[in-house]
């Protein structure tokens, strides 16, 4: 009883092993919400401006963010490499962890691929609110890019 309580501890965890690995770098941080181009555009012009500004903060603060996923990202990237090296150099590979393996890679991959979709979708929707801001005519362009 004993022996096949403690052979199904040891298969629970095997199993969850390729989930626990997807989830050790966490969530993606989640992107702020930025004003919209007819926001910035409508608010009086030191409103546009801190809005513009506080926009810009909450971009950078979520770029910190993304990169501390992004480095645990990479971390388990070449930890999982390492683990199939390790399978495949095994005296007898186990195909079916070598897939499983590899499976974790692609879903990390991916998982890298969307961070980096969801940054440059940010980051042109702060691109569009600071082209709203600059075309004003009734605010300080100090901030704005040369052209």
Known sequence: MLRKFALSIVVAIVSAGPALSDESCGELPIAPVLPTVAE????PPADALSAKHNAFEDVKRWQQDLKGYRDCLDALTNSQKRDLQNAKAATKPDQSK???IQAQIAQTSHNYDVSVDTEEKL???F???QVAFC???DVDRSTCPKT
Do not use: P
Request: proline letters at 0%.
């Open 40 to 43: 910035i555009q409508q608010k």
């Open 135 to 137: 075309g004003r005519t």
């Open 98 to 100: 070598i897939k499983d």
């Open 127 to 129: 691109h569009g609110v």
């Open 123 to 125: 980051v042109n929707e």
